[in-house]
């Protein structure tokens, strides 16, 4: 009986923790980095960790690599799944997609004795009226009102770009643009940590829904969803919410 009951209870058990995803992470506080304990740790972190137990699978963290990498093995199946994913047509050819788990927000940031010479602006074709210079991530989806402007930004070279938002901070500090351009909680960690003020503007360029991307290849539809299924009871239950408010992002 008792050699019974095991079977049973290991027969209940392993279908369930069969489901090992592999991800890849990026260090980019606050979603993914190590903390003073060389802990990997951050919002999009946790809120996978909490996600994924409650679905019953099982995460396995990979080296981390840098974006382009990443996205070349996880669409040769090397991986299971991308994080803070927009949904577009052509990554439904090789993706399935969450719900959403958190919303990104783009914004735009100056220096705060520069503020009020910006404060009215609510486009980028405001930026291109009052000539104004920008700073921007070198790579990025950050609006139709953004893609439209770039040309002239482009031609008129007040726009100049960045690898990474530590070293769009210091080209902001150093007054090699009036304005900085990203992700906004990624753009306010990183000035706390470098001790640079940086106050937002009120217009906000791109606002969208982020999903976790799952490898059309590497994973099932059952297991999409059960991750949807634990998505929707941990922003019903309030848990979701807790993990992002401990980090400060919506």
Excluded at 13 to 25: D, K, S
Excluded at 43 to 72: F, T, W
Aim: glycine share 6%.
């Amino acid at each position: 009986m008792r050699l019974l009951l095991t079977a049973l209870l290991f027969q209940l058990v392993i279908p369930a923790w069969a489901c090992t995803l592999r991800l890849a992470p990026e260090e980019w506080p606050p979603y993914f980095y190590h903390n003073d304990k060389a802990v990997l740790t951050g919002v999009d972190y946790d809120l996978l960790v909490a996600i994924l137990s409650h679905a019953g699978c099982a995460l396995q963290v990979e080296k981390e690599m840098p974006p382009a990498r990443r996205n070349v093995l996880f669409q040769q199946g090397k991986l299971d799944l991308l994080m803070a994913a927009s949904l577009t047509e052509e990554r439904r050819g090789y993706a399935r997609f969450s719900l959403p788990y958190r919303q990104e927000t783009v914004g735009l940031f100056t220096l705060p004795e520069k503020l009020d010479k910006f404060r009215r602006i609510d486009s980028f074709q405001g930026i291109v009226a009052q000539r104004v210079s920008l700073l921007a991530p070198r790579l990025g989806y950050y609006g139709d009102d953004y893609e439209r402007a770039l040309p002239l930004l482009n031609a008129e070279g007040r726009r100049s770009t960045f690898g990474t938002f530590e070293q769009g901070i210091k080209m902001l500090e150093a007054g090699r643009g009036d304005l900085i351009m990203g992700d906004a909680n990624a753009l306010r960690h990183i000035a706390r940590a470098q001790n640079v003020k940086i106050a937002p503007l009120a217009y906000i360029p791109y606002r969208a829904p982020v999903h976790i991307m799952l490898n059309a290849a590497s994973t099932t539809q059952a297991q999409l969803t059960r991750i949807n299924h634990a998505i929707a009871q941990l922003e019903q239950n309030g848990a979701l919410a807790a993990i992002r408010a401990r980090y400060g992002v919506n």
